[in-house]
């Protein structure tokens, strides 16, 4: 495989594409989620519920799902999940547009979102390290994290112009995403099955091997922990600003519009991850992505205008993709082919270990604490963590 640039790399746009276009409906559908469920109930309480669901059953599956990346043919099991995931979220459409939706409905088709996804990300980061050189993968992994920014930059307006529009819209945009993610799949001719025979160990056995090999590693095994809990609190801070837009007076159009300003800070962050990862210490990126989103929480109780909540927003991602590259960019090029679906799925579930409660104890702090107290609350526990950044030598990137 000859070193041309990654742009004309044919099957890695291909899947750049693809995924580019599967976050972008994920983007639109993760904001008309709780609006849809806020909509229908009026609770902030079930619409972080849903979110919490989510992220549950992404937290079961993924080890399992890092093992069956390993055992089958990536590119089969790609396009599987992409029909399932037509499939479930067609149905939130039909349901939005006659006027069916329910709150048990949504549940089932975030389980199932959620499975699949999981199934999807191992074998889409190996398909990734088969088709570019060895040379490039850190590249190619740094690469990808602006899909998942411009899709962040852009999803939000999208979603709250179509749910505007329309309850059912932000759904069928949705749909359309993983439509167009199966076709791409579909273009891919490398050979994306798996390079030696199954082991002949049980399944549990396979599950704990991915946790071991990284286990081994010190700065992974300790950046993935602390990104653990910092993440418990930064990914419910969504559902934060969220409702605390809506307090402002602000539409579904203008808190799309708010979280696409997010989205421009962390586009941002994503195109200059690759040279900041080259000029920056490890643990200068860890540290410096503590202290910005203890920065921006507080700023949130100055903010009074839907608007300032964008900028704010933008600030506290645009550290987020260098992080995320930096960790995944070690995984890929030292993990060995034959367990990296296992150790993705083990780096991943490490990281987002705490998540799946963020959503209902944000929800539960807004009804019964109120948003600025949330806010401050939230801000005290940035501190700490972000303190221990500082001063823990693992983290620092020192041993």
Request: with cysteine.
């Amino acid at each position: 495989m000859t070193n041309r640039s990654l742009r004309h790399n044919r099957e890695f746009v291909a899947l750049w594409t693809g995924q580019a276009a599967s976050a972008l409906g994920t983007s639109i559908s993760t904001l008309a989620y709780p609006l849809l469920i806020l909509s229908v109930t009026g609770s902030p309480g079930q619409a972080g519920l849903v979110a919490s669901v989510l992220a549950l059953t992404t937290f079961l599956v993924r080890l399992p799902a890092g093992v069956v990346a390993d055992r089958v043919d990536r590119r089969r099991l790609m396009l599987l999940c992409d029909a399932g995931r037509i499939v479930a979220v067609g149905s939130i459409a039909v349901a939005a547009w006659f006027g069916w939706v329910t709150l048990a409905h949504v549940l089932v088709v975030a389980v199932v979102e959620g499975a699949l996804g999981s199934l999807f990300a191992p074998a889409e980061a190996v398909a990734v390290r088969r088709v570019v050189p060895p040379g490039q993968v850190q590249d190619a992994v740094a690469t990808n994290e602006t899909r998942r920014q411009l899709a962040a930059l852009i999803g939000p307006s999208v979603g709250g112009a179509l749910f505007g529009w329309g309850r059912a819209w932000p759904f069928v945009a949705d749909l359309l995403s993983y439509a167009v993610s199966f076709c791409t799949v579909l273009t891919v001719r490398t050979d994306l099955r798996p390079r030696t025979a199954p082991k002949g160990t049980s399944f549990r056995a396979e599950v704990v091997e991915g946790l071991r090999w990284l286990w081994t590693q010190r700065f992974l095994r300790g950046v993935t922990l602390w990104l653990s809990a910092a993440g418990v609190l930064f990914t419910s801070m969504g559902l934060v600003t969220l409702v605390l837009a809506r307090d402002l007076g602000a539409s579904a159009g203008e808190i799309g519009m708010m979280f696409t300003i997010s989205g421009a800070g962390g586009f941002a962050g994503a195109l200059l991850s690759p040279w900041l990862l080259r000029q920056l210490r490890a643990g200068v990126v860890v540290v410096g992505y503590a202290w910005i989103a203890t920065g921006a929480t507080f700023a949130l109780l100055g903010v009074g205008s839907v608007w300032w909540l964008g900028v704010v927003g933008a600030v506290a991602f645009f550290p987020v993709p260098a992080v995320n590259a930096l960790v995944m960019a070690r995984v890929a090029v030292a993990v060995p082919d034959e367990v990296h679906g296992k150790v993705f799925s083990a780096t991943t579930q490490l990281t987002t270990l705490l998540h799946p409660v963020g959503p209902v104890v944000a929800g539960v702090a807004l009804e019964g604490l109120g948003v600025g107290l949330t806010v401050v609350v939230y801000g005290v526990l940035f501190t700490g963590l972000a303190g221990l950044a500082t001063v823990h030598p693992v983290l620092r990137g020192e041993r």
